[in-house]
């Protein structure tokens, strides 16, 4: 089965995108074919590849509202098996624009529906809000990884989202499961971070996934050149820290 994982969390600037960006990147050096969905207005995911978003006419934004095909909308091999489907501002107004369609959080899920099969992972990136985009997300996902920012705030909101997923299993996707979280911005040398680490421990502890991510320079310097950390600098720690967590996520599935 094709593995669908939404990345997740209702906070903003946890790591979703850099964790989507780049573990997708990760993957596909390991000779996964990889797509990426950016369900997420800002678009970041997409410009993490170097796609002028600003350009696009055919998003995940005119998608939804049917204008066009997910076959039309993908942007193929941005990098070497990696293929986009690409996001940017317009869809913001897609949570007001889809009140009334019927079954609005299964348009996504029903035009992956036509391409899974040429991928081994789809990634989608979902926006910092429990809404409509990422109810579509998790409808279409069949696994959710949560990334969380090593920092005392870091369990607040995550019973909410623990929460939205069972919900969703439950009413819309039985398929939908926790498949992990993965800790990022961690920095050994404090207390803090170790802390954050084994209270989240307490609450999941067969959901952690052994990498961590650190704080990085290169790491966070990379989205501003339009490239995942393994183009920009393959020998820093940040990674090396995607690149063992991409054999984590192959592991698991």
Known sequence: MEKIIALANQKGGVGKTTTTV????CLASKGKNVLVIDTD???????????????????????????????????????????????????????????GIEEKEFILKKEVEWIKDQYDY???DCPPALNTLTLNAMTTANAVIVPIQCEYLALEGLSDLITTINLVKERLNPELDLEGIVFTMYDSRT??????????????PDKIYETKIPRNVRLSEAPSYGQPIIMYDPKSAGAESYMALAEEVIARK
């Open 22 to 25: 780049n573990l997708s990147a």
């Open 41 to 99: 207005p800002q678009g970041n995911a997409t410009s993490g590849f170097s796609i002028n978003k600003v350009e696009q006419e055919k998003t995940i934004y005119e998608l939804l509202l049917g204008d066009y095909s997910i076959q039309e909308c993908i942007i193929k091999d941005v990098i070497p098996g990696v293929s986009v489907l690409p996001s940017n501002v317009n869809l913001a107004a897609a949570e007001i624009e889809l009140i």
């Open 122 to 124: 789809i990634l989608i």
């Open 191 to 204: 207390v803090l971070s170790q802390q954050v680490v084994e209270n989240v421990k307490e609450h999941f």
